[in-house]
C-alpha cells in the first residue's frame, strides 16, 4: 500500500521531467458470490484483487500504467517509464505527511466477510423456493448474493493523500414465469453500502415475492393502447429516468466533448419548476456513496437542477483543471486497471408536496409505472426509450389492470418540462452503470412524478 512505501520519491520520479498532476491509486477488494439456478448452487467464487494505477496529466493529454505488484521497486520503476512521455521542467512532489481516512457516509455494523458462507448459501437458497413457492407458474429462479470490501488510497501532487474503506452488499433474484401465453419475467434487487445489517431493510422473502409476483401476473396482461398519454411514474421505479434522461449528459467529459444536449444550457430551464436534481455520494447506506472518490476527493451533494434551471455538471479533477475549476467529488473508476472519468454516485430528484395517492387520482386515463426496465438515451439528442417492466392502466384515477412489454419514448429537456406533479415520497434504485468500458457501483432515486400535456409516447 501507499502508505508504505515511499510515496513522495515516487510521485517526483512521476513528476520528474514534467507534467501538472501526477497521481497513485492503491485499490485492494475481497469479494465473494454466490449464485443459485436450475434449483441448485452454481457457483461459489471468492477472491482478493490488488493493485496500483499510475496517472500523469501533462499538456492536457493523459498517461496510465498499472500493475498488481505493489512493491515500491515495482512502482518506483514503472513511474519513471511513464515520466518519459511528460515534456516540461520537472517538480517535486509535496504529500501531507501521513494519509487523512475518510470517514464516508456509511455505519458497517457487521463486516459481511465475518458470516460463513453457508450463511449466505441459505440466503439464496431460501429466495428460491419462496419464489418457486408463489405459483407454480414460476418456471426458473436465479438468486445471487454478492459482497466487496474495497480500501483504495489516492496520492497525488499537489497536496493529496487520502484512504476509504468502502463495504457493498447485494441480492438479486430474477423469475421467469409462464404459460401457454407464452414466458414473462419479474427482477428485484436490494443492497447498498452497508454490512450484514442490510438485510434488515432488504428482506430477501420480500426481494423474492415482488419478482415472482410480478413475472406472474405480468402472464395474464394485457397490451396498452399506443400513443401519448399521461404517464405516473412511482417512486417504487427508482430513478432510471433521471440517471439516464439528465444524468449522463451532465457528466462534464461528454458536456465538452459535445456529446449531450445538456452542453449550453448552464443558466436556463432545462425542467419544470418543480423538479430539482442533485447527485449526492452522502447518502448513508446507498450503492453510491463513499467517503472520497477515486482521485481523492471528498464525497459531495452536487445541485445540478435547481427550480428547473441547471446549475452545474459532474466533475472529475481532469474536466475541472480544463475549466480552471473545482472537482465535484465525481472522479471514479471500475478499478486500479482503469483512468477515472466523471461518473453519476446517487443522483436524486428531490420529493415536492403532493401526495402519491393524489398524483394518481389526477388522471383519468394514463399508465401508471411501478417498475421501470432497460432503455437506451442519445446524450447527444437527449431521445430515449425506456421498457416498463411493470405497468398499469389508470383508469378514472384508480391503477386498473396490468400491461405488459410497454414502453416510454421522448425527448429528456423536453420529458422534464412536461412534470406537472411531484409527490412527497422517495424511491431509490441501485445498479451498476457503464460507461466507456467501465462499471461502478451507482443508486438513483425519485418522488412520484406525473408528466403532464403534450405527453410521453407510449408503445
Known amino acids: 500500500m501507499l502508505s508504505e512505501m515511499r510515496t513522495e520519491t515516487v510521485l517526483s520520479a512521476l513528476l520528474s521531467r514534467g507534467g501538472e498532476y501526477g497521481e497513485l491509486f492503491y485499490e485492494e477488494v475481497k469479494s465473494l458470490s454466490v449464485q443459485r439456478e436450475d434449483e441448485k448452487v452454481e457457483r461459489v467464487l471468492s477472491g482478493t484483487d490488488a493493485g496500483i494505477g499510475i496517472r500523469l496529466l501533462s499538456r492536457e493529454k493523459t498517461y496510465y500504467a498499472f500493475t498488481n505488484e505493489c512493491d515500491e521497486r515495482t512502482v518506483l520503476s514503472l513511474a519513471r517509464d511513464l515520466s518519459r512521455y511528460a515534456s516540461g521542467d520537472g517538480v517535486p512532489a509535496v504529500l501531507p505527511a501521513t494519509p487523512h481516512a475518510a470517514r464516508g457516509p456509511s455505519v458497517v455494523r457487521v463486516s459481511p466477510g465475518s458470516r460463513e458462507v453457508e450463511e449466505k448459501v441459505a440466503l439464496v437458497t431460501g429466495m428460491d423456493r419462496i419464489a418457486r413457492g408463489i405459483s407454480r407458474e414460476i418456471r426458473q429462479v436465479r438468486a445471487m448474493y454478492g459482497e466487496a470490501e474495497r480500501r483504495i488510497e489516492v496520492a497525488a501532487h499537489p497536496g493529496v493523500f487520502a484512504t476509504d474503506a468502502q463495504t457493498f452488499t447485494l441480492l438479486t433474484v430474477q423469475c421467469v414465469a409462464g404459460n401457454g401465453s407464452g414466458l414473462t419475467m419479474g427482477y428485484e434487487t436490494g443492497g447498498g453500502t452497508s454490512g450484514w445489517e442490510f438485510l434488515e431493510e432488504f428482506l430477501p422473502e420480500t426481494l423474492a415475492g415482488k419478482a415472482a409476483g410480478r413475472a406472474v401476473r405480468a402472464l395474464s396482461a394485457g397490451r396498452v393502447g399506443g400513443g401519448r398519454m399521461p404517464v405516473v411514474l412511482s417512486s417504487e421505479a427508482g430513478g432510471t429516468m433521471v440517471h439516464e434522461a439528465i444524468g449522463h449528459g451532465l457528466e462534464a467529459d461528454l458536456a465538452r466533448r459535445g456529446m449531450s444536449v445538456y452542453r449550453d444550457s448552464l443558466g436556463q430551464q432545462v425542467a419544470s419548476p418543480l423538479v430539482s436534481i442533485v447527485d449526492d455520494a452522502t447518502v448513508p447506506g446507498k450503492r453510491g456513496s463513499f467517503g ?47 483512468k477515472p472519468i466523471p461518473r453519476m454516485t446517487n443522483t436524486i430528484i428531490l420529493p415536492g408536496k403532493t401526495p402519491p395517492d393524489d398524483i394518481v387520482r389526477s388522471v383519468d386515463r394514463g399508465l401508471l409505472v411501478r417498475k421501470m426496465g432497460g432503455g437506451q438515451v442519445n446524450t447527444v439528442t437527449g431521445d430515449f426509450m425506456f421498457e416498463v417492466a411493470e405497468g398499469y392502466r389508470i383508469e378514472n384515477g384508480r391503477q386498473g389492470e396490468p400491461v405488459r412489454g410497454a414502453t416510454i419514448t421522448g425527448n429528456g429537456p423536453e420529458a422534464l418540462s412536461m412534470i406537472d406533479m411531484v409527490g412527497s415520497d422517495l424511491g431509490f434504485g441501485l445498479g451498476t452503470c457503464g460507461k466507456e468500458g467501465q462499471g461502478v457501483p451507482v443508486g438513483d432515486a425519485q418522488p412520484t412524478l406525473r408528466f403532464g400535456p403534450p405527453y410521453l409516447t407510449v408503445g
Open 292 to 338: 472520497i472518490d477515486d482521485e481523492g476527493t471528498a464525497g459531495h451533494r452536487t445541485v445540478l437542477v435547481s427550480g428547473g434551471v441547471l446549475k452545474g455538471f459532474l466533475y472529475d479533477r481532469l474536466q475541472a483543471m480544463r475549466e480552471e475549476g473545482q472537482s465535484t467529488g465525481n472522479g471514479r473508476r471500475e478499478s486500479y486497471r482503469h
